[in-house]
């Protein structure tokens, strides 16, 4: 993990930048911490990016040196002014956050909201908190001739969330995003009613090629517009696949000092891969 963060940067600013047509607010710039002199404690955050009306930053904190959690920070004007054909921003880690199971965040905002409609139409935002680097969201696209057999290739169950499998519908394949992989949902969560669910935030997670890729909060921005102040326990794996910090808890609310928006994962827990 930490001998690929070296290269990460680099390879971020190159894919986001001359990759995808989707994506906007590119930087060019590798992420560094807001410090100016290195420490073990302490919050770091990522150069800055335009989102509607203000900005967004991903920051990672540390305690002794070892990461207690990731996350954006979105000023309160970000909600306003956005764009209404919708956005991507690639955002990516401070240094700090090498030893964490995260390369960058993936932000979409979904002025229409998107499928399935029933369940997901609110406005809203998607951030992919994305465990594999760029070339790799990169290169999943129905281009690639093993496209539908990467899709079908599911992680061992020990490996994925507990209760999240793809949703019952079209097969596997037809479900996969390009440039993002198959989502997977609570298979437990009884209130996933077409037509009924009342859409405010949940968490989606994703796989990849046998991998699992993403944790995926999704929020309304009405809903963030509320001020809103929740933390609760993340569904785990039972066993991962690389080593790193992962987290066990998912959190939003609002800083009261500076009125940012914080969407973050914390609890983080270093987990050996088996």
């Not at 465990?131 to 990169?138: C, E, K, L, P, Y």
């Amino acid at each position: 993990m930490a001998a690929r963060r070296a290269l990460r940067g680099a390879v971020l600013a190159v894919a986001a930048c001359a990759g995808a047509t989707a994506l906007t607010g590119c930087s060019t710039g590798s992420a560094q911490s807001s410090s100016t002199a290195p420490s073990d404690a302490g919050t770091f955050s990522s150069p800055s990016q335009e989102l509607g009306n203000g900005t967004v930053t991903t920051f990672v904190t540390l305690d002794g040196g070892r990461p207690t959690e990731v996350g954006l920070r979105l000023t309160p004007t970000a909600l306003d002014g956005l764009p209404a054909s919708g956005t991507t921003l690639m955002l990516d880690f401070p240094d700090q956050a090498a030893d964490t199971a995260f390369d960058h965040v993936m932000l979409n905002w979904n002025p229409q909201g998107h499928e399935p409609p029933e369940l997901f139409g609110r406005p809203h935002f998607d951030f992919h908190f994305d465990m594999v680097d760029m070339a790799t969201i990169d290169a999943i696209t129905p281009d690639d001739p093993a496209y539908a057999a990467k899709a079908e290739k599911l992680p061992e169950a020990r490996y994925v969330p507990e209760d999240y499998a793809v949703p019952p519908g079209p097969p596997v394949a037809a479900q996969a995003v390009p440039a993002m992989g198959v989502h997977l949902v609570d298979s437990s969560d009884t209130s996933l009613v077409p037509g009924e669910y009342d859409f405010t935030q949940i968490i989606i997670n994703g796989v990849w090629d046998g991998r699992y890729i993403f944790v995926e909060p999704m929020i309304t921005r009405d809903w963030l517009l509320t001020g809103p102040s929740l933390e609760q326990p993340l569904k785990l794996p039972e066993s991962y696949q690389e080593t790193a910090y992962y987290p066990t808890t998912y959190a939003v609310r609002v800083d009261q000092e500076t009125e940012e928006y914080v969407v973050s994962l914390g609890g983080l827990t270093m987990r050996e891969a088996s």
